[in-house]
């Protein structure tokens, strides 16, 4: 579960019919309506924000901890819109031969292990008041530990090797995500992993690659291969939601499915190629029926984009969206484990 109410801006000013104003950094800071007074940054807005944070975890914790998360319920997580979608008919058939598979292997929905899952939360290191603020020495093991999240990430705006937030996330004993770009230099890359991860800790760096697919193909083999070289062990994770933002005639910020759906597989192809691991997949999206994103198999065109815009920044995958490509990475999986199978079978 990633948030972000801190929001790195290309521009400091935003301006409209000769007005011009603060851009909206996030609610951290300042409110989104085109006026003066919202785009005013207040203080007093972090402790509201940690305050709709902890109500919201809580609520989260209550979820994964109370029953709901067993997968006996897995069918009752699907959502109404979806239901009579291809992508809903897919997810209910996959669901109940999941579950006809466990109550075979006898995991009932008593079995301890069925009936919570855990809860893993991460945002971007931005606001460094807002972190220092939360950073606690854990007395059992002398080190720092930012508690504002799991994992913090730095991003085009905050890696350079002598900044603030990366002295900062130097300090802490979270795991670090590492956002990359086409823009990111392979001798920056490894410069930066052997400042946050001097003794080379598993698990403790994770790279976060948004470039767009073509970019992604020429750029990543030449990351993976320096990371390589200099030994240093990480974790590859795509965003190819983040890569691929578009204007669109209407002047809504949006995002093409088909284009997210190549930067998938083209990093997978990449990873193939140079023979290293895939280890995740960062969306962004939204289980409601919301029209941020154009595309997917029903269809949201530039025209629908108006109807159920309903972000203040970043525009979201729907759960019909996020379903769909979701399954079209398990069917990529799915081969792939197969074709190892295979390898492995030959072998012997």
Not at 212 to 235: D, Q, S, Y
Not at 248 to 277: M, N, W, Y
Not at 285 to 314: A, E
Request: charged share 20%; aromatic share 8%; net charge positive.
């Amino acid at each position: 579960m990633a948030g972000q109410f801190a929001k790195p801006r290309s521009d400091d000013f935003e301006e409209k019919d000769g007005v011009k104003l603060p851009v909206y950094k996030g609610d951290n800071i300042n409110g989104d309506a085109f006026d003066l007074k919202s785009r005013t940054p207040d203080p007093h807005r972090l402790i509201r924000a940690y305050s709709q944070l902890a109500s919201t975890l809580n609520l989260l914790r209550a979820f994964a901890t109370g029953g709901y998360a067993a997968m006996q319920r897995v069918t009752q997580w699907n959502l109404d819109f979806a239901q009579n979608s291809e992508q809903g008919d897919r997810y209910e058939e996959l669901a109940n031969r999941a579950l006809g598979f466990m109550a075979a292997a006898g995991l009932t929905l008593e079995h301890p292990l069925m009936t919570t899952t855990e809860l893993w939360t991460s945002h971007e290191c931005l606001h460094l008041p807002y972190e220092q603020a939360l950073t606690r020495l854990d007395s059992t093991s002398g080190l720092y530990y930012s508690c504002s999240a799991h994992l913090l990430w730095v991003g085009e705006r905050t890696r350079q090797l002598d900044g603030a937030h990366v002295e900062f996330m130097r300090g802490i004993a979270n795991p670090i995500g590492i956002k990359a770009s086409h823009k990111m230099d392979p001798n920056e890359l490894v410069n930066l992993i052997g400042i946050l991860n001097p003794h080379n800790k598993p698990g403790r760096i994770t790279i976060i690659v948004r470039m767009g697919a073509e970019n992604l193909r020429v750029k990543l083999p030449n990351l993976i291969r320096a990371v390589r070289r200099a030994g240093h062990i990480v974790t590859w994770v795509t965003d190819p939601v983040h890569g691929n933002t578009i204007k669109a005639p209407c002047g809504l910020k949006t995002r093409s499915f088909d284009a997210i759906l190549a930067e998938v597989r083209a990093f997978f192809d990449v990873h193939k190629q140079e023979g290293s691991r895939p280890g995740g997949i960062h969306l962004e999206m939204s289980g409601q029926n919301v029209t941020d994103c154009i595309g997917g198999s029903q269809t949201v065109t530039f025209n629908d984009l108006s109807s159920r815009y309903h972000t203040h920044c970043d525009p979201r995958l729907n759960a019909s969206q996020s379903l769909e490509l979701s399954f079209i990475i398990a069917e990529r999986l799915r081969k792939r484990r197969l074709a190892t199978q295979r390898q492995f079978s030959l072998s012997y």
